[in-house]
């Protein structure tokens, strides 16, 4: 069993990077990697735990790329070293994330919610601050009775504190990650938001342009259309994957490690027959 798509407190996980790996080791997962969104600061922890632990670790990210529909997130996995390419774009979402924060805030304390930006920083240290960590915050506070309801009512698309996000261009993500010697995977492509009548060109396009694998499997997905989504990734060209997306029990219940759609066990094939020979290739 393994695990190619897992979060930490680096970003909106709720386990520490080495108790990840330490979780893994105990559900028996011989793979992991870890995707926190936009950094790469968990993957030195998570590293010196698996090599305590004898698991192979893999080193990703997730990176959030402009998209006109849906969101578009793209996958670095196998990074071997840090690229300055990288290391500008994570660079630039820690800048861009600062100020869409400060927006929130502004917001919130217009409608008489008492939080600083500050208050946020000291709650939740050496993360990537996002709209997970205000909700968790709201929810501290008495404003919210779970965390859901703070995207509900105040921070979902078209609610009163949303501010849109700044991602990333593709084509660099692409670079980026490619001269980090890493893998460029599509994340949930469900989640592009795009009718299977244009997905295809889509997929094909992002293909084109160096996007190598397709996480055909996925939690937020139905068993029959990650079926539909390996066959069409594999008819383009794309290396599948599979992967839980697991964020802690207490932020996602919904979602186990080592486990995708429909609570099936992610088999090792998408390690040892995908992913692993095009990074030994590549």
């Not at 680096?10 to 011989?30: H, L, R, V």
């Not at 670095?76 to 660079?91: A, H, M, P, R, Y």
């Not at 991602?167 to 890493?182: F, K, Y």
Request: with cysteine; proline share 4%.
């Amino acid at each position: 069993m393994i695990d190619l798509h897992v979060h930490s407190t680096a970003s909106d996980g709720q386990y520490s990077p080495a108790e990840i790996i330490q979780k893994a080791a105990e559900k028996n997962i011989s793979v992991i990697a870890l995707t926190d969104h936009d950094t790469v600061n968990g993957n030195k922890e998570a590293q010196a735990q698996a090599d305590k632990a004898g698991l192979t670790f893999v080193h990703g990210t997730e990176l959030s790329i402009n998209f006109p529909t849906g969101e578009f997130h793209l996958l670095g996995l196998g990074l071997k070293e840090i690229s300055s390419s990288l290391q500008q774009i994570l660079n630039a979402v820690v800048e861009n994330r600062h100020i869409r924060n400060e927006k929130i805030i502004n917001l919130m304390r217009a409608d008489g919610v008492d939080i600083t930006l500050d208050e946020m920083y000291q709650e939740f240290p050496d993360t990537i601050l996002g709209r997970p960590h205000f909700a968790a915050m709201l929810q501290k506070k008495g404003i919210v009775r779970h965390r859901q309801q703070a995207f509900d009512r105040f921070l979902a698309h078209g609610r009163p504190w949303y501010v849109k996000k700044v991602g990333t261009n593709l084509d660099e993500a692409i670079i980026a990650i490619r001269e980090s010697g890493g893998a460029p995977v599509i994340a949930h492509p469900m989640s592009l938001f795009l009718s299977w009548g244009k997905l295809p060109d889509a997929l094909k396009d992002f293909y084109d342009r160096g996007v190598v694998g397709m996480e055909a499997y996925h939690p937020g997905a139905r068993v029959t259309e990650c079926l539909r989504l390996e066959e069409l990734g594999k008819k383009i060209g794309y290396f599948i994957t599979a992967a839980s997306d697991f964020h802690g029990e207490k932020i996602r219940a919904d979602r186990k490690l080592g486990h995708t759609c429909g609570g099936k066990k992610i088999e090792d094939r998408f390690w040892t027959e995908n992913l692993k020979p095009w990074l030994e290739n590549h």
